[in-house]
Structure formats: C-alpha cells, structure tokens
C-alpha cells in the first residue's frame, strides 16, 4: 500500500503559480490539520490519562524520532522546563544522528534499526517510563526498532504517524493518527505531517503536565523566571492572585523564585 504522506499532491503546476497561489493552497491544505487531529482526541486522551499516571511514579517521558519528527520532538521536550518548571530530564527528545542531527541532516542515520535503542539506553529507560515514537511516513526503522524493543521490555509506547497502515501504527501501544492527506509538495512531511505532529506533542506535553499539577486556574505558576519578559508576567499573575502591590509582588517573586512559591509563602504568612 502506498504511502499516504508520499501521495502526489492535490496540486500540480506549482512552479508555475504566481506568491498568492502558492500561499493560498498551502493555506488550504494547513486548514485540513486541525480537523484530522479533532478526530482522534480520544486516543490522544488516553495516552495522556496513562502516560501522565507514569511521570507522577517516577517515569520520565521520552520522544525518539528522526529528521523533522526527532527536531520536534525535541523542541517539545525543551520547552516543559522553562514552561512548567520540570527537571530537564522529565521530557527528553532524542534525535536519530544525535544533537548534531538538529542542525544539519546527517545520512542514513534513521536507517539504523537498532541505534535507536541504543540511544535510549544511555539514559537507562525502564518499564516506569513512556516513550512515543514520531515518524510521518511510520517506517522510519531507527524509531520502529526503538518501539519494537521498548514493547518487549515491557515499556508503554505511543506513536505519531500520518500513515495509519504504517508498520509503526501497527507496533505502538497507543496509535495517534492523524491522516492530513498528500502534502502540497510532494513528500514534504515537515508541512502538513510536522504541522500535526507539532499540535499533538502541544496536546501531550501541556496535557500531562495539567495533570500533574503545573498549571494553577490557566496560569504557568511553575515556569522559571528566565527572562524580563517572564518575570513581568511573573509579578502580574501574583498582583491578580494575591492582590498585592507590583512592588511587593516583585519582591515576593524574586525571595522564593517562582509564582507558586510566593502566593503560597505569603498565605502562610498572613
């Protein structure tokens, strides 16, 4: 069976377009992501409930993938420290070619079956962890291998795929798939598939870490103070929450280090 993501495009002449044309489809086509991904909610949501269960044990979360589904990946995972105020080794992305390979392609580095192991096993992953296998096309074998063995030791797996026929679907525990169609060009999955790719990885990280307790009301109370920007937003979320002066709402925010920290403390202490 062919594969969906390599699929001719629903566009032909795209040399020929004239800017707005070539935006305009691709405009049409990104419009098509959101829905594919509204379907499968309910299998987004049961990963979370499972793998959110796993990190408040003890588990850590891992993504494995290659090209643009390793980079976002690990984008993904960079982001939950500075966000909610998690250990850097909570989410971890890892890439097939290493953190090289986040730059600049390195060749045939996803055609390794057994190197993705190989990877995971150098931050000691065991059955208390979770680890979600991103590929568009499903048939990446550094990311399947990695599945493969992951299943035999008894690790919950997951995978992101747009191809749901994909030897990928077919192996991983909990199967998100969302099917967005042939690409605009061609067999250009960082469009359409990383755009799907990238929603989800929002869904789960931000989903998970609700669940554990990152999130007060809407407000990131956990996030580190690591630039001017949060930091102002730091001081107006404890204005609106303990209603305090800006001034006293910095001098909290700077004493305890995060937003959590100071409403709590000055709770206590009135």
């Given at each position: 069976m062919?594969?969906?993501?390599e699929s001719?495009?629903?566009?032909d002449?795209?040399?020929?377009?004239?800017?707005?044309?070539i935006?305009?489809g691709?405009?049409?086509?990104?419009?098509?992501?959101?829905?594919s991904i509204?379907?499968i909610?309910?299998?987004i949501?049961?990963f979370?409930?499972v793998?959110?269960k796993k990190?408040?044990g003890?588990?850590?979360?891992?993504?494995i993938?290659?090209?643009?589904?390793?980079r976002?990946?690990?984008v993904?995972?960079?982001e939950?420290?500075?966000?909610?105020?998690?250990d850097?080794?909570?989410?971890?992305?890892?890439?097939?070619?290493?953190?090289?390979?986040?730059?600049?392609?390195?060749?045939f580095?996803?055609d390794?079956?057994?190197?993705?192991?190989n990877?995971?096993l150098?931050?000691?992953i065991?059955?208390?962890?979770?680890l979600?296998?991103i590929?568009?096309?499903?048939?990446t074998p550094?990311?399947?291998?990695?599945i493969?063995k992951?299943?035999e030791m008894?690790?919950v797996?997951?995978?992101?795929?747009?191809?749901?026929e994909?030897?990928?679907?077919k192996?991983s525990?909990?199967?998100?798939?969302?099917v967005?169609?042939?690409?605009f060009v061609?067999?250009?999955?960082?469009?359409k598939?990383?755009?799907?790719q990238?929603?989800?990885l929002n869904?789960?990280?931000?989903?998970?870490m609700?669940k554990?307790?990152?999130?007060?009301?809407?407000k990131?109370?956990?996030?580190?103070?690591?630039?001017?920007k949060l930091?102002?937003?730091g001081?107006?979320?404890?204005?609106?929450?303990i209603?305090v002066?800006?001034?006293?709402a910095k001098?909290?925010?700077?004493e305890?280090?995060s937003v959590?920290k100071?409403v709590?403390?000055?709770q206590k202490?009135?």
């Amino acid at each position: 069976m062919k594969s969906i993501t390599e699929s001719s495009s629903l566009y032909d002449g795209l040399d020929k377009m004239s800017t707005t044309e070539i935006l305009t489809g691709i405009n049409q086509e990104d419009q098509k992501v959101a829905l594919s991904i509204k379907k499968i909610i309910p299998f987004i949501s049961d990963f979370i409930d499972v793998a959110s269960k796993k990190l408040m044990g003890g588990g850590r979360l891992f993504y494995i993938g290659a090209g643009t589904s390793g980079r976002l990946g690990i984008v993904d995972a960079s982001e939950c420290p500075p966000t909610f105020g998690v250990d850097h080794d909570l989410v971890v992305g890892i890439i097939a070619g290493g953190d090289k390979a986040i730059r600049k392609a390195v060749e045939f580095a996803e055609d390794d079956i057994e190197q993705g192991w190989n990877d995971l096993l150098a931050y000691n992953i065991t059955d208390k962890d979770v680890l979600v296998g991103i590929a568009a096309s499903g048939r990446t074998p550094y990311v399947i291998g990695a599945i493969n063995k992951a299943n035999e030791m008894n690790i919950v797996t997951g995978c992101i795929t747009c191809n749901p026929e994909s030897e990928l679907a077919k192996i991983s525990q909990f199967k998100m798939l969302p099917v967005v169609g042939p690409e605009f060009v061609t067999g250009s999955t960082r469009m359409k598939s990383g755009t799907a790719q990238k929603l989800i990885l929002n869904m789960i990280s931000t989903g998970i870490m609700i669940k554990m307790g990152k999130v007060k009301g809407n407000k990131m109370v956990d996030m580190q103070m690591s630039n001017h920007k949060l930091v102002e937003r730091g001081v107006q979320m404890i204005v609106d929450e303990i209603n305090v002066s800006r001034d006293l709402a910095k001098s909290l925010l700077k004493e305890h280090g995060s937003v959590r920290k100071a409403v709590d403390e000055f709770q206590k202490s009135i």
